[in-house]
């Protein structure tokens, strides 16, 4: 069943002829750099020595999540653009963004587990206040970044465990 907010986004999606292209903008463009950062910065020796709790996944099941998370945020991103009043999100969607594409390189390149970790607690603070902000106009936004949060919040866990065991 269609809401009120369906319908307005489905009319701005007609009133804006380029939402399509915008859409495959940032997707294009979220994926690629997620991706790139995840390719150009992948775990090396040093990251394979570190001592893992059982629970950490294979690289290629969070390199999975990763770009699906990215998708996700891709699509929330859009979401954003096509509402009237959008500068503030867009900051802050942009802003945990940036902190998404940043750890891999932070952890992987500079080897600083402790700034990767709290590049994912400033992203898990923006997309809390995403889903505060988004939770009565959009649900489906809200409900995308809280799956995002989750991951975020898993990595995070990861990222600190890791931390722990090593005191690196």
């Known amino acids: 069943m269609f809401t009120a907010g369906d319908v307005s986004r489905i009319q701005i999606f007609r009133s804006r002829p380029n939402s399509a292209a915008m859409l495959g903008l940032i997707l294009a463009t979220t994926t690629i750099v997620g991706s790139a950062a995840g390719v150009l910065f992948a775990p090396d020796l040093w990251w394979f020595h570190l001592k893992k709790p059982a629970f950490a996944p294979p690289h290629w099941f969070v390199a999975s999540v990763w770009l699906t998370s990215y998708v996700l945020t891709s699509i929330v991103g859009w979401r954003i653009w096509l509402k009237p009043t959008r500068s503030m999100l867009l900051f802050i969607w942009s802003v945990q963004l940036l902190m998404c594409w ?47 949060l989750v991951w975020i919040g898993f990595v995070g866990f990861l990222n600190a465990t890791i931390l722990l065991m090593n005191q690196v």
Do not use: C, H, N, T
């Not at 902000?133 to 995002?148: T, Y």
């Open 102 to 148: 940043l750890w891999a390189p932070v952890i992987y390149a500079l080897k600083l587990p402790e700034m990767a970790l709290a590049m994912l607690a400033m992203a898990g603070a923006m997309l809390v206040l995403l889903i505060v902000f988004l939770r009565q106009s959009d649900r489906v936004s809200s409900l995308m970044l809280a799956a995002q």
